[in-house]
């Protein structure tokens, strides 16, 4: 992945609050207040819809191969958005990818923030060795640069769908540890957890019911920056050859296999590259959003 | 005071020993479990027999045990021996040598271009808050991130080398034709990419470390006091708001190095990521676990680097 | 005509056009490049080029898509590495582009009837050319030869092959300009094998132990026409005019082979001039017309021994039955495939033999694209429709896997292609593709793959032995040592194979190749598709490129190349 958008989260982490909000205001008006959010919200649902309903209204299969229509430009011929190399229809294809495409960012991003929560209570509520060796592997993994770690562990596996989801989580899931370690680590300071624990509950009953509830805000935040992050990383993982397979569609594998007409036909590289910038750029928006309305230290400000 | 310190820094070293010992294990564990390896390219040359290729593995000791080929591995990493490429026999650390220059140089211009460039972006969107260039910048930054920088380079070779023809398509340099003109000509194009991302990033970074500053107590009583603005902003908030870019530099110059994977592949930058991309396709295992290694202490020691500095900037953070 | 076996008329040909003279191979090889197989008399006229210069001038910048990084010429190689070897290094002798056996450093191509060999083909002496000198300036002899056979045969030598050295016996030598040995039986590929064979120097290796020790590819030693410059890890190797080589050439002061990782990119720069040839792994098909239209370059279609096959893994139930396979191949739109998606860039074929080599036989017959026919013999052999209108019978689904190296752009559209002509005739392909190490790994080894599309060289330096391919004695996945992976098994076959190989008379191995390829195009273990024509590029003033299909690498004879005013 590029120049650290392993730290896009971390940016969006780390950005000052803008002290927009009201202090009365509830985290519902906080987020409509949010332009970009708003927008990127609706660009998400109108796509998600899109790549649900499309395929099906769609003349075209995006499977069907046309050996006498190939590399048609867009509005040229009956395809509207062009055809590709194998003469399939472009938009068909454009929103069959992003079935896959938002599939895998939005499975990988469950996963990864499961297996992370669960990894980042447990170290959290119970520290000591457990939770020491569970964040040294936590970092261990942190130190090998993402690209590299989805690289090898593409170049590994059989590539499908299932599998490079599983491979993008796996990539993930240490960040949500991380927040939520940290997030565990400083409630339980707090004094409703000592409270807790003095009543005698027992210790999942506290993690889940006391502590992950008040973590829940920064999780939901990284949840959809992690989808936005999935998204771009299949799209890596494909244009490096060892993404999703054909005849299935993705976008970064659609971009991978356009390259090579950059100079023919570039209609066929450039729309997959906008569908993948403007989906990512929705979440990250939504995200960044979702993090002003739902940070506690906007109502202390 | 020293003794803290010290023990801070040797409890640090420690922890990085542990991390790098886990590291390693992940990674050649990874590697050496899964399908395929160093001899699938000769399936298929002619002449060349399945007996022959047993014999080789035998005497590459392919087919040891893999717990027995991690010691050997990693007792020779204790003796400095990091091992052998598969590809030529060279020492795996004069070959990252021999790429580390065209990355470094590469680097170095992609984050010069990020910090100038965001920095005073940063600055500028900090100190005119929610003013139209904010808004814009804010914009732009977010849809820098989202953008696929393969894409962003394809798009760049499109457009400044196929059409307009005013950059090369990649590449450091003709042979025979090295001199600083040329090589900073080939340079622009991957610089440009591979700054974009950065730049958004330290845009941003720098934008909400000002605003945090300007929040502050001190910076509203020297407001009070009457300080002209533009003496408030450099003697105060500037310099406070640079500390914490130290630690980002830190951590940001590693993750650098994934950004020029995909850089290098593009422009065919003949880089580390290069280098780690054929090694991963022909399975040069020694030299993909160098790689790894290489930019695993690298991530450790940027932020070992950005918490001494830090410590030794912001005296609130020195242990006690 | 090629290599070996009724080796008198070879070696009286040779004789013949050298006139007892000792005519180094690269000159004999500029005086037959006009006649070389699949030039095209129009090609020959082009080649007809201005003169050579009196002395040697400028550089030959080659880019290369691959990078050449082994040097040591006896250890496991890749063909872009052996571009380099042809030009570092010497063979007993070379392969014209014809086929013929050219001397290198011997002085006479061993043969019964010039006594080099006996008549019962075991003993064999060679004589060589003295006054040969390595890069180094010490003398080659003899005992070099002898040294590089037996490191051949060093256990602890990671050598890339032993196949035919392992029957060498009593090397010995005679004096520095003349060497014998006999063979533990006749093996006609020999000679084949002999001029892929490398002479390495011994006063340099024979101190070598730690046989990983860099030093040697690090700096070769050779007797070839250009010495070792330097090398620039990913980026080029440089290699320098050899002065003391005893050939004619090189006309050029040096060649350097510089690495591209993108095809697009070295295409782009070649039509840009930044560089001067274009070799492995040549333009793609669909950048032709760009670079015939570049004023200034030439665009070659150089044959090649590479055929591109569909093929089958005859071990899994899917494929046992002839039909399925002859309907598979009926229903297969081969002139789509070549002309719509290879941009007909090569010649379709019915052989896994090159159309150059001495055995291919012209008269297979040629495939017929019918899928209601196809249809027809399906049904006729008892496949009935199934559930998800898949056939079967007898339990067995006709379904099957297609692999092949993923990112591989042409084969993955032939295999969306093939898959959705197959599906209406109730055929199921499912596509499984690995990255290369993968795909060529154990699942390849083990047979564990159900179809593939693949390239292969059959023949080895011209000798259409394809024993290791055929033979059902080859199958790894039964501990064969050979590399028949498709698992084929013919006992008519392995019956002509074996015989051929230890065959002196090449018209009776030739009777022998014809029919094995008539009983494989009849039995289809693999459907062929095509016979790989390789885009290269050279610029216009650029002389002496001569393709030779008996070569991994068109860098073969560099030091024939030159430039013209």
């Known amino acids: 992945m590029s120049a650290g958008q392993t730290n896009a989260t971390d940016a969006l982490f780390d950005e000052a609050e803008g002290g927009s909000s009201s202090r009365r205001s509830p985290t519902m008006r906080r987020f409509l207040r949010h332009r970009l959010a708003v927008f990127g919200l609706f660009v998400i649902v109108f796509l998600v819809a899109a790549c649900a309903i499309g395929p099906s209204i769609i003349a075209y299969d995006p499977l069907q191969l046309d050996m006498r229509h190939r590399f048609q430009a867009p509005f040229a011929g009956p395809h509207l958005f062009g055809s590709d190399e194998l003469g399939r229809d472009q938009l068909a294809r454009l929103l069959a990818a992003g079935r896959i495409s938002l599939a895998i960012g939005l499975a990988a991003m469950l996963l990864s923030v499961v297996v992370g929560t669960c990894v980042g209570l447990i170290a959290g509520f119970h520290g000591g060795a457990v939770g020491t060796v569970l964040m040294r592997i936590v970092d261990a993994i942190l130190c090998f640069p993402s690209i590299f770690l989805l690289l090898t562990l593409a170049a590994l596996i059989d590539p499908s769908v299932v599998t490079i989801t599983l491979i993008v989580a796996l990539t993930a899931w240490m960040e949500v540890a991380r927040i939520v370690y940290g997030q565990i680590?400083?409630?339980?300071?707090?004094?409703?957890?000592?409270?807790?624990?003095?009543?005698?509950?027992?210790?999942?009953?506290?993690?889940?019911?006391?502590?992950?509830?008040n973590a829940m805000g920064p999780i939901i935040v990284a949840a959809t920056l992690i989808v936005a992050r999935a998204i771009l990383l299949e799209s890596y993982v494909s244009y490096l050859g060892y993404g999703i397979q054909p005849p299935v569609p993705s976008w970064g594998n659609m971009l991978e296999k356009a390259q090579q007409y950059l100079t023919t036909a570039p209609w066929l590289a450039i729309l997959p590259g906008l569908m993948i910038t403007l989906t990512v750029a929705s979440f990250n928006f939504v995200g960044d959003g979702l993090r002003d309305a739902l940070d506690p230290r906007s109502d202390l400000q | 005071m020293r003794d803290p310190v010290s023990r801070f820094l040797l409890r640090r070293l420690a922890q990085s020993a542990v991390l790098l010992w886990l590291v390693s294990m992940i990674g050649f564990g990874m590697l050496h479990l899964v399908p395929g390896g160093p001899l699938s390219q000769f399936a298929n040359t002619p002449g060349m027999t399945d007996a022959d290729l047993q014999r080789l593995a035998t005497q590459m000791g392919?087919?040891?045990?893999?717990?027995?080929?991690?010691?050997?591995?990693?007792?020779?990493?204790?003796?400095?021996?990091?091992?052998?490429?598969?590809?030529?026999?060279?020492?795996?650390?004069?070959?990252?040598?021999?790429?580390?220059?065209?990355?470094?140089?590469?680097?170095?211009?992609?984050?010069?271009?990020?910090?100038?460039?965001?920095?005073?972006?940063?600055?500028?969107?900090?100190?005119?808050?929610?003013?139209?260039?904010?808004?814009?910048?804010?914009?732009?930054?977010?849809?820098?991130?989202?953008?696929?920088?393969?894409?962003?380079?394809?798009?760049?070779?499109?457009?400044?080398?196929?059409?307009?023809?005013?950059?090369?398509?990649?590449?450091?340099?003709?042979?025979?034709?090295?001199?600083?003109?040329?090589?900073?000509?080939?340079l622009i194009g991957p610089a440009l990419v591979l700054g974009l991302v950065t730049t958004a990033l330290w845009s941003r970074f720098m934008r909400s470390s000002m605003l945090d500053v300007i929040n502050q107590d001190y910076v509203r009583t020297a407001r009070a006091k009457g300080l002209p603005p533009h003496a408030v902003l450099i003697h105060h908030v500037l310099r406070n708001a640079l500390l914490p870019m130290i630690t980002i530099a830190g951590l940001?110059?590693?993750?650098?190095?994934?950004?020029?994977?995909?850089?290098?592949?593009?422009?065919?930058w003949p880089g580390m990521g290069r280098l780690f991309l054929d090694s991963i396709e022909y399975r040069d295992y020694p030299v993909v676990m160098g790689l790894l290694l290489f930019s695993a202490v690298l991530v450790i020691v940027g932020s070992l680097l950005a918490d001494i500095l830090h410590t030794v900037a912001d005296p609130r953070v020195r242990p006690q | 005509m090629s290599i070996c076996s009724d080796h008198d008329s070879t070696i009286d040909r040779i004789v013949e056009r050298n006139r007892g003279l000792l005519v180094p191979r690269r000159q004999v090889l500029a005086l037959s490049a006009l006649s070389a197989a699949g030039l095209s008399t129009k090609q020959a006229a082009a080649q007809a080029a201005p003169p050579r210069p009196s002395r040697r001038q400028g550089q030959i910048v080659m880019g290369l898509s691959q990078e050449p990084t082994r040097f040591h010429p006896l250890q496991a190689r890749l063909e872009v590495d052996e571009g380099v070897h042809l030009n570092l290094f010497s063979a007993l002798w070379s392969v014209s582009p014809a086929g013929d056996l050219v001397p290198d450093l011997v002085t006479e191509i061993p043969s019964v009837a010039n006594g080099g060999i006996s008549a019962d083909g075991l003993e064999w002496r060679i004589k060589l050319r003295s006054g040969v000198t390595w890069h180094d300036g010490a003398p080659f002899s003899a005992e070099d030869v002898k040294f590089t056979l037996d490191l051949l045969q060093n256990p602890n030598f990671p050598a890339m092959s032993r196949n035919g050295h392992a029957l060498l016996r009593d090397i010995t030598v005679v004096s520095p300009t003349e060497i014998t040995w006999r063979m533990e039986r006749f093996f006609a590929p020999y000679f084949a094998i002999l001029a892929w064979t490398f002479i390495v120097p011994k006063h340099v290796l024979a101190t070598v132990t730690d046989h990983r020790d860099p030093a040697f590819n690090n700096r070769p030693i050779g007797t070839g026409p250009f010495k070792w410059g330097e090398r620039r890890p990913g980026d080029y190797v440089r290699l320098d005019a050899n002065d003391r080589y005893f050939g004619e050439g090189p006309f050029v002061e040096r060649v350097i082979f510089k690495y591209i990782p993108e095809m697009t990119v070295l295409k782009t720069q070649f039509v840009a001039g930044?560089?001067?040839?274009?070799?492995?792994?040549?333009?793609?098909?669909?950048?032709?017309?760009?670079?015939?239209?570049?004023?200034?370059?030439t665009l070659h279609k150089s044959p090649t021994s590479f055929v591109t096959f569909f093929a089958l893994n005859n071990g899994i139930p899917q494929f046992r039955d002839p039909a399925v396979r002859k309907a598979l191949y009926m229903a297969l739109d081969k002139q789509t495939i070549n002309r719509d998606l290879f941009y007909d860039a090569n010649r379709p074929t019915e052989s896994f033999l090159p159309q150059e080599s001495w055995a291919y036989n012209p008269n297979l017959p040629l495939h017929v694209h019918d899928p209601a026919q196809a249809a027809r013999m399906l049904d006729g052999a008892g496949w009935r429709r199934g559930a998800g209108g898949v056939r079967m019978k007898d339990g067995v689904r006709l379904s099957f896997s297609c692999s092949t190296v993923a990112g591989n752009h042409l084969r993955e559209q032939v295999q969306q292609f093939l898959q959705q002509s197959w599906r209406p005739l109730g055929i199921e392909m499912t596509i499984r593709n690995f990255p290369a190490a993968v795909m060529w790994g154990d699942f390849w080894r083990n047979s564990e793959w159900e179809s593939t599309i693949v390239g292969a060289i059959y023949p080895t330096a011209g000798d259409p032995d394809v024993s290791d391919r055929l033979g059902s004695w080859a199958i790894p996945k039964r501990s064969g040592a050979g590399a028949n992976q498709m698992q084929y098994e013919n006992a008519e076959v392995d019956r002509l194979l074996r015989e051929s190989v230890g065959l002196l008379d090449r018209a009776q191995r030739r009777a022998n190749y014809m029919k094995v390829q008539e009983i494989v195009r009849e039995d289809l273990p693999a459907f062929p598709l095509h016979q790989t024509l390789l885009g290269e590029g050279t610029k216009k003033n650029l002389h002496g490129f001569t393709p030779n299909i008996n070569y991994r690498s068109n860098a073969w004879n560099m030091s024939q190349w030159y430039w013209s005013a």
């Open chain 1, 185 to 213: 680590r400083a409630l339980r300071e707090l004094d409703f957890v000592a409270a807790a624990v003095t009543s005698g509950s027992t210790g999942t009953r506290i993690m889940f019911r006391e502590l992950l509830p």
């Open chain 2, 62 to 186: 392919l087919d040891r045990p893999i717990p027995m080929q991690y010691l050997d591995w990693a007792g020779g990493l204790l003796v400095g021996d990091w091992g052998k490429s598969y590809r030529d026999d060279s020492p795996v650390l004069r070959v990252i040598a021999s790429r580390l220059g065209a990355t470094v140089r590469l680097m170095l211009t992609a984050t010069l271009i990020a910090v100038v460039v965001g920095g005073l972006v940063g600055i500028i969107g900090a100190v005119r808050r929610y003013s139209l260039f904010d808004q814009c910048v804010t914009i732009g930054t977010m849809v820098a991130l989202s953008i696929p920088t393969f894409w962003f380079g394809l798009l760049v070779i499109y457009v400044f080398s196929v059409k307009l023809r005013w950059l090369p398509p990649g590449n450091i340099a003709p042979v025979g034709n090295e001199s600083f003109l040329v090589f900073v000509h080939h």
């Open chain 2, 252 to 268: 940001e110059l590693p993750t650098l190095l994934g950004g020029a994977l995909v850089t290098e592949t593009v422009f065919t």
């Open chain 3, 274 to 297: 930044a560089i001067d040839a274009v070799g492995i792994s040549g333009i793609t098909p669909d950048n032709h017309e760009e670079v015939r239209r570049t004023p200034g370059v």
